[in-house]
């Protein structure tokens, strides 16, 4: 599944490995590109400003926003995106918020001068934006490594690694099969992509007949349920296959407590369920929800949705819900 073995030049393998292992983020240097260029360039933004007059506010902070260097190589839409980049605690809500105020949207209606709450609230968020270090951050959490220099060991998806990108750490190791980096901007959706497969591996060799897994939200199936439903049936098995599984071989079960819950059923005879998971790892997207739902309302010109916490939910975490029949 996995490409991209490289000739070595200058660094060894071994250097290079424990450089590349030693943060969670990996930055794959763009031809021509020096180390240390983004970390500068993340120092040269704010050049020592720590607020503006609120006559400008907006506008300050609209150019602060988008002279942050790394955003231009990911996507400051896509909350995903963002918690992939094991930014400090406070930025991305902060950052999912100020595109928010910058893209007009929730705007509170009966203002009795708009422009005048806009500011203001475009003040506060630049207070906020410019007490991040982000250089800290860059030091912490990011190795560079040129494209000619990746070990052996080192793995991306096909098509991957591309100059000028960054990639995350595959979340947990696997023994004697190397080390996987994923694109940030698609980080969350290949893990769960990854899940649902050992999920639907899992649930056949446990003896399921019949697995249905499709689209949900808190009121039901989405509209796309159909072009996000999978069905796979299976003729039916003898019981005694059940004493061959070994559930070690299974690299996610062992952080998805309700699968465990389905294995031990199993062996107790269990002979239909019907549950959910969805594309979240670790609950970092839900955290990151919860404080840009706590973050929003303390400005006065947005005013999200009451169940704004909850719609965020359906649109980022892609839950599945799945049903399963044993033979």
């Known amino acids: ?40 360039d993340y120092q040269t933004v704010f050049r020592g400003q720590t607020d503006v007059s609120i006559a400008r506010a907006e506008l300050e902070l609209t150019k602060a926003f988008q002279s942050l260097a790394f955003l231009s190589n990911a996507s400051i ?4 995106t963002l918690t992939a980049l094991s930014l400090p605690k406070a930025a991305v809500p902060l950052f ?21 709450h806009r500011n203001h609230d475009a003040r506060l968020l ?17 190795s560079e490594i040129a494209l000619d220099k990746i070990p052996d060991q080192v793995h991306f998806p096909p098509e991957h690694p591309i100059p000028g990108k960054m990639y995350r750490h595959y979340p947990y190791g696997i023994k004697d099969r190397g080390h996987f980096y994923y694109p940030v901007t698609n980080y969350f959706s290949m893990l769960f992509a990854d899940r649902e497969q ?32 999978k069905v796979f049936e299976y003729g039916a098995r003898p019981p005694a296959s059940l004493g061959t599984i070994n559930v ?25 369920i019907e549950f959910e998971f969805d594309m979240d790892v670790m609950g970092l997207l839900k955290s990151q929800i919860r404080s840009i739902d706590q973050l929003m309302p303390e400005l006065d010109s947005m005013t999200p949705p009451h169940n704004y916490k909850e719609t965020l939910c359906n649109e980022v975490i892609k839950t599945r819900c799945v049903q399963v029949q044993f033979g």
């Open 1 to 40: 599944m996995f490409r991209n073995k490289h000739k070595k030049v200058g660094m060894s393998a071994e250097a290079a490995l424990s450089q590349a292992l030693s943060k969670p983020l990996l930055y794959v240097l763009d031809h021509g590109e020096s180390p240390n260029e983004l970390r500068q």
């Open 77 to 80: 839409t896509s909350l995903p």
């Open 96 to 116: 999912w918020t100020i595109h928010s105020l910058l893209q007009e949207e929730h705007q509170t209606l009966g203002l009795d001068n708009p422009i005048h």
């Open 126 to 142: 630049y207070k906020q934006l410019v007490q991040l270090d982000l250089p800290v951050w860059y030091n912490q959490s990011v």
């Open 198 to 229: 050992e999920l639907i591996t899992l649930l056949s060799d446990l003896g399921a007949t019949k697995i249905v897994i499709e689209s949900v939200n808190n009121d039901g199936l989405t509209s796309e349920a159909v072009r996000h439903r």
């Open 248 to 272: 070690k071989g299974y690299h996610w079960l062992t952080y998805e407590p309700t699968w465990q819950s389905v294995v031990n059923e199993r062996f107790r005879g269990l002979s239909s």
